[in-house]
C-alpha cells in the first residue's frame, strides 16, 4: 500500500479480510520488493492513481509499490481510477500509453459517479472486470489469429407480437465458451438470442431473436472463421403464420408449425468451411441420437449433455458432457461451464490448423 493509501484504508484491514501481511515501507523487510515480486505470477494495481501511473512510466522508484513495479518481470494489470479531469490529460494518457506500449495491460477506467459528484469516466473497474483480465493474462494464447464464432441462448418464433416459441436456454454455455476463447487470444463473434447476461467487453457482439436472424449473423461472420460452436438452442419450429396482432384466444384452437432454417446442416454441408461443433441437449443419458445428429449435419463435433441430470440442465452454471466425434465418445464429469468451455476448446485446438 501506498501512504496515499493508507489515508483511506489502514493496513490492519486488508491484513484483518485477506490474511495476509500488507507491505508499506520499503525498508521495514530488507529486500522485500525483490523477494515479493520474485513469487508472483501477476501484478495488478488496483486502484491506480495518477501519481503512480506517472512513476510507473518514468521508472521512479522511492516507494514500496513503485519498487516493486521496477523489479517486477511478468505481467501487469493496471487499474487507473481518479477525476475525469485528470484521466484526460495529456500527460496522463501519455504514460498511459507508453505503460501499454511496454507491455502493461489497462483495464478501465469505467463511465460512473466520481468523489467529486460527476457522471463521468475515472471509475476504477469492477472487480469482477480486472479479474476478467488477470484470468486472460495468465491463460495460453493458443487461439491467437483465429477468428471464432460462438452461438449462445435461445431463439423466438413469434405467434404474433406477443406470444412466441422458444426454450430454457440460458446463454451460460455460449457465454462462456466466448469468454474461454477470448481469454485464449482469440478473435471471438458472439452471436446471442435473449438473453440476461450482458455482452462480453472484448468480444463482437450481435444480438438476435429469430431462428434466420442467427442464420444471417452467422453467415455473415463465416469468412474468415477457423471455427463455429453452435452452442445456441436455436428452435425446430416456428408457427407457419405471424399475425400483425394479437391472437384471440379462441382462435388458437391449434398451431400450424413450419421448420426453421438449419444452420449446422447447412454449414455442415459447405465444401470449404470452418471446424464445425454442435450441440445435443438430451433427456437420457444415451448417446446415439448425438452420434447421429454429428453425421447427419456433417459437423466435426458433438457436445452431448443429458439436461435431465443434475446440474447438467438449463440456467446452471455447471455442465456435464460427453464430446463425440469421428475418433469416438470423451465423457467428462460435472465442472462449472468455464472448465467445460476449456475443455471444448482443448479439442478444437487439436484439430485446427
Not at 204 to 221: P, Y
Request: aromatic share 6%.
Amino acid at each position: 500500500m501506498t501512504d496515499a493509501s493508507r489515508k483511506f484504508v489502514t493496513p490492519l484491514t486488508f491484513e484483518a479480510v485477506s490474511g495476509n501481511k500488507v507491505h508499506t515501507d520499503t525498508f521495514q523487510d530488507a529486500l522485500s520488493h525483490i523477494t515479493l515480486t520474485a513469487a508472483a505470477d501477476l501484478m495488478i494495481i488496483a486502484p491506480a492513481t495518477a501519481n503512480s501511473i506517472a512513476k510507473f512510466a518514468c521508472g521512479i522508484a522511492d516507494d514500496m509499490l513503485s519498487t516493486c513495479f521496477l523489479s517486477f518481470r511478468g505481467k501487469v494489470i493496471i487499474a487507473p481510477a481518479m477525476n475525469w479531469r485528470m484521466y484526460e490529460n495529456r500527460a496522463l494518457r501519455e504514460n498511459l500509453r507508453a505503460l501499454v506500449s511496454r507491455g502493461a495491460v489497462q483495464a478501465g477506467p469505467e463511465r460512473g459517479s466520481l468523489a467529486c459528484g460527476d457522471e463521468a469516466v475515472g471509475r476504477m473497474s469492477e472487480v469482477g472486470e480486472i479479474l476478467e483480465y488477470a484470468r486472460s493474462a495468465l491463460t495460453r494464447k493458443d487461439l491467437s489469429g483465429k477468428k471464432i464464432i460462438v452461438t449462445a441462448g435461445p431463439t423466438r418464433e413469434y405467434l404474433d407480437p406477443v406470444r412466441f416459441l422458444s426454450n430454457r436456454s440460458s446463454g451460460k454455455m455460449g457465454f462462456a465458451l466466448a469468454r474461454e476463447a477470448l481469454r485464449r487470444g482469440a478473435e471471438v463473434v458472439l452471436i446471442s438470442g435473449p438473453s440476461s447476461l450482458a455482452p462480453l467487453r472484448k468480444a463482437e457482439f450481435f444480438a438476435v431473436e429469430t431462428a434466420e436472424e442467427m442464420r444471417k449473423a452467422v453467415f455473415e461472420n463465416l469468412k474468415g472463421s477457423s471455427a463455429v460452436i453452435m452452442a445456441a438452442a436455436v428452435s425446430d419450429f416456428s408457427p407457419d403464420t405471424k399475425d400483425r396482432r394479437k391472437k384471440e384466444k379462441s382462435d388458437v384452437l391449434s398451431l400450424p408449425l413450419k421448420k426453421t432454417p438449419d444452420i449446422l446442416a447447412e454449414i455442415g454441408s459447405m465444401k470449404k468451411r470452418p471446424f464445425l461443433v454442435g450441440f445435443a441437449a438430451e433427456t437420457g443419458a444415451c448417446t446415439d441420437r448425438a452420434r447421429r445428429k454429428l453425421l447427419a449435419k456433417g459437423a466435426d463435433m458433438i457436445v452431448f449433455n443429458d439436461v435431465d441430470s443434475p446440474g447438467s440442465g438449463f440456467d446452471v452454471g455447471t455442465n456435464q458432457v460427453t464430446l463425440i466425434d469421428k475418433n469416438g465418445e470423451s465423457p467428462f464429469p460435472l465442472m462449472p461451464k468455464d472448465e467445460v468451455a476449456g475443455i471444448i476448446l482443448d479439442r478444437i485446438v487439436d484439430f485446427i490448423p
